[in-house]
């Protein structure tokens, strides 16, 4: 397994090494460790320019992820709730077209989306990115399972200790699954950080792509420098990392464990 994650690692490691090396080096490769170490890289890319402005598609991804994933586990955990353990009426139907939907690619509602979000008047605004990504089913399906688990003892004591269904989801659920959620939040982050198609279908200005599109079109402008290019890599990749180290415990403990049992 080290052997195996080492060889996954390699690209990831080569890129942010050759990223600290300058442009010369860079061409004429003797080894993978620079010989003369330099910043310059990133001192260039983090220049707030106009026709690159990488800081700014940094704080549009951050801004963007960071929301999308409060409102995902927000609403998703609230759903998930009131059909796992509320046992509203028509839950299982409700949950049976959440995964339906899950089936269908999210291409199909690019043209629907595009035209109500210029409804709204929420084109090329963070809105565009945020709003549709909240509604996935995903974390629905993914935390009802989860909570499914959960001894249905507890909360029938917490009831009878005068626990309201509020304060069942916010002080009992929601702790017992901490470590779907804390899963859900890394996933769901991830693929908000990585969306390349939402920004380049639903944002108009240079100053508003997120970083997936940014530097993209920041590769076709500057392919020849590849030490530039890679520190961008580099700078894109360093908060998905971040996210994981963080997280590891909690993703780890949800998928060794499915809850509790009786």
């Not at 390349?196 to 993209?216: C, E, H, K, Q």
Request: hydrophobic residues 55%; aromatic residues 12%; glycine residues 6%.
């Amino acid at each position: 397994m080290g052997l195996a994650a080492l060889l996954f690692l390699l690209p990831v490691l080569l890129m942010v090494l050759t990223s600290f090396k300058p442009e010369g080096e860079v061409l004429n490769p003797e080894s993978a460790i620079p010989k003369h170490w330099t910043l310059s890289n990133y001192a260039y890319i983090l220049q707030w320019k106009e026709e690159a402005p990488f800081g700014r598609w940094l704080l549009n991804s951050v801004f963007i992820s960071t929301s999308v994933t409060f409102l995902v586990l927000t609403f998703a955990s609230m759903a998930a709730f009131a059909i796992a353990r509320l046992k509203v009426r028509g839950a299982r139907v409700i949950l049976s077209v959440i995964v339906l939907s899950l089936l269908l690619p999210g291409q199909l509602f690019l043209i629907p989306v595009y035209l109500m979000l210029g409804k709204l008047h929420w084109l090329d605004t963070p809105l565009a990115l945020i709003v549709p990504a909240t509604a996935g089913g995903f974390g629905v399906f993914m935390l009802s399972q989860f909570m499914r688990v959960i001894p249905a003892a507890i909360d029938e004591a917490a009831l009878m200790d005068g626990c309201s269904s509020w304060t069942l989801y916010t002080n009992v659920t929601l702790p017992l699954c901490a470590p779907a959620m804390a899963t859900l939040g890394v996933f769901t982050f991830i693929n908000s950080w990585n969306d390349y198609l939402g920004p380049l279908v639903f944002m108009d200005s240079v100053r508003n792509y997120t970083l997936p599109v940014g530097i993209a079109l920041y590769q076709s402008s500057y392919y020849t420098e590849y030490g530039r290019t890679l520190a961008t890599s580099t700078l894109a990749t360093l908060p998905l990392l971040l996210v994981f180290f963080v997280f590891q415990k909690q993703i780890i403990e949800s998928m060794a464990t499915t809850g509790l049992k009786d």
